[in-house]
């Protein structure tokens, strides 16, 4: 109820065959209910992580890895990703802000 994990593989056709191009694979938990306030703001609380890789240019991957706080009408989210190649192009540090209404 409050883990997911996805897997997904894609594959690409050519003049070779079919082939895989790339695979990612992740995970997200939220650690509280939402139905009750934690210091009185906060509903919920999600951590994620992840994985991906594009085969066709033998790249060593990226991972992420990310927050979220949930309250009754904001998000806040968060994620930092980098490249495990030493000649990737440095971590990127992404930030988001949610309004339901």
């Known amino acids: 109820e409050n883990t997911l994990f996805s897997a997904e593989a894609r594959g690409t056709q050519s003049g070779k065959g079919f082939g895989a191009s790339s695979w990612h694979v992740g995970a997200e938990n939220w650690f509280l209910d939402g139905k009750q306030l934690m210091w ?16 066709a240019n033998s790249d060593a991957g990226q991972f992420s890895a990310g927050a979220s706080a949930k309250a009754d009408q904001w998000q806040i989210d ?3 990703q980098d ?5 990737h192009l440095g971590a990127s540090h992404r930030f988001g802000v949610s309004m339901a209404f």
Do not use: P, S
Not at 40 to 55: E, H, S, T, W
């Open 40 to 55: 009185n703001a906060i509903r919920n609380v999600g951590i994620r992580a992840g994985y991906f890789q594009q085969l």
């Open 78 to 80: 968060y994620t930092y």
């Open 83 to 87: 490249g495990l190649a030493a000649d």
